[in-house]
């Protein structure tokens, strides 16, 4: 489960649906393709609804096993919550993966950007590595699919953005600046035209192991890049491509399909 969490859970963080809010249903259809070192490791769909007020997003996701670095196995996440002035907010999040016979499950409620309750199934171990989770780190967040949201003109205000993530095992930052203006050209892609690149960089709060040799890579790497493409003249921002250096290599996840 630990091999599989990775793009998994990186795949989710990193792939998130924005939307503006409207005052007509809106629904989009995403498609990405998650490439390992080489290796094409997933397929991933997502699904975002935004009725004016609330807001639905789901990803599913096929990993494939690549030479015994990824387990593989099959992911589902669903966030829904309110649509504010700022984005989307939470109020439900839910993480299940199967692997190999095994399950995991996620369940995270939250209010006014709090949470209320999260429960873990199984139970993960509280090692002496831990960095344990203070009841003040608590608030003021959101989950990893609403986190992504990115409403406006595309341009650098896009990048201007500190997420504050709990997932439910772990509560970290995800803290964006502007990189550059780009324009997307190949056509094996799901869109062609103008994105802005943002750079992340990873801030582990609590939740991980100090021994964690995924945590610790993300937090010294200065080379986690987000491209955000338009979704039409809509006011949507959404990631076009994703791009993260791990000890297995880059991880690469690329928009193929878009409706």
Sequence with gaps: MARLRLPVLLTAALLGLGAAPSSAATTANASYVVNLGGNIIANAKFRFVD????????LDANVSGVAQLVASGIARVDSSGAITDDGLRSNSFDLLTRSGGDEFNIRVQYQKAAVTAFVIDPPIANNIDRIPIERKQLSG????????IRKGKL???LCDYRAK????????????????DDV?????TGYQGPVVLCNI????IAGHYTTSEITNSLAQDDRILIWFAPLGDSGYAIPYRVLLTTSMGDLSMVLTSLN
């Design 184 to 188: 997307a050209t190949s056509k094996r």
């Design 201 to 204: 960089k990873y801030k582990p």
């Design 155 to 157: 341009g650098r205000s």
């Design 141 to 148: 967040v959101n989950d990893f699919l609403a986190s992504f």
């Design 165 to 180: 993530i709990f997932t439910g095992v772990e509560r970290f930052d995800l803290n964006f600046s502007f990189a550059k």
């Design 51 to 58: 009725d004016g007020s609330a807001y639905s997003l789901s």
